[in-house]
């Protein structure tokens, strides 16, 4: 496999939390796909603990959607039983839902995240032989890309594909195998018109993600996220009329704000998921 680092993280983030009012929540279903392969080397007791998101980025643009934590996984290998337990959360870029819902009144987002820990008790080490690390390792690198799908689709995004495939190091320093997908993401709302009147509108965007999974060496670490593979503005004049381009139509409905998230460029959106991918511990 070939070495494809994902990206650091320079200084500065793009958008911030500021007016945030709508709630929206979303299934985890993905994530317990993936939770019935993963293995650990260590055995603890009591709930597992949350993936952490260490970059700071976390908390200036982006939102938390849902929190599961669950027994997903429970499976008998000769005379020993092995449980697997996970503990999931998936984030929302703000600026980006909170523009598509004032301008068009679409619901949900294309820019999306998710981090997930797995737990598998007791210890690998301890199962019957042939039931070991990399076993588990190659069965939940396979099932995490299914799993990720899942969550996509949870999230709206669609028809998503495989890419490539490579390897990272994460901040931690541990190797993870990481994978490029391609989607599609479809949202339906009204734009008013000059006369008055309004029009439906339902647009496809093209989507790209990443995703990640490593053995931090105690737990499994999934990760990954979503991003519009070109800016919305371009995809919201498409959508349009002919007698109104997007430039003057979103003066008219966005502040400020809600037109520069609508005009992010995809490279952003990849530098921003890519320094939440590594961050996370």
């Known amino acids: 496999m070939s070495e494809k680092p994902i990206g650091g993280e320079p200084a500065g983030s793009i958008g911030n939390t500021a007016g945030v009012t709508r709630r929206r929540v979303l299934a985890g279903g993905g994530a ?16 597992v603990p949350e993936p952490e998101v260490t970059s700071d980025r976390i908390g200036d643009g982006w939102r938390l959607l849902d929190e599961s934590e669950s027994t997903v996984f429970e499976q008998s290998y000769g005379p ?4 697997a337990l996970e503990h999931t959360r998936i ?14 009144g679409a619901s949900g987002s294309p820019v999306v995240f998710f981090a997930t820990r797995i737990d598998v008790r007791p210890a690998i080490d301890s199962l019957p032989a042939g039931i070991g690390r990399d076993r588990l390792m190659s069965e939940v690198e396979t099932a995490a890309v299914d799993a990720f799908r899942s969550q996509l689709n949870a999230s709206g995004i669609e028809n998503v594909e495989i890419v490539d495939r490579g390897t990272s190091t994460v901040e931690t320093g541990h190797t993870a195998t990481t994978w490029q997908l391609g989607g599609e993401f479809t949202f339906d709302g009204e734009v008013p018109l000059p006369d008055g009147s309004a029009r439906a509108i339902s647009e496809t965007v093209e989507i790209e993600s990443r995703l990640g ?12 996220g979503a991003y519009p593979a070109e800016p919305l503005t371009q995809v919201i004049d498409d959508a349009l009329p002919n007698l109104i381009d997007a430039e003057t139509f979103l003066e008219e409905t966005a502040d400020a704000e809600a037109r520069e998230a609508l005009a992010t460029e995809p490279g952003t ?4 998921v890519s320094a939440l991918l590594v961050s996370v511990e």
């Open 32 to 47: 317990v796909a993936v939770a019935g392969l993963a293995g650990c080397l260590g055995t603890r007791n009591g709930p």
């Open 80 to 83: 020993v039983t092995v449980t």
């Open 91 to 104: 984030y929302e870029y703000v600026s980006v839902a909170e523009a598509l819902s004032e301008t068009v």
């Open 213 to 224: 999974v490593w053995h931090d060496g105690t737990d499994v670490l999934v990760a990954g």
């Open 269 to 272: 959106f990849d530098e921003e």
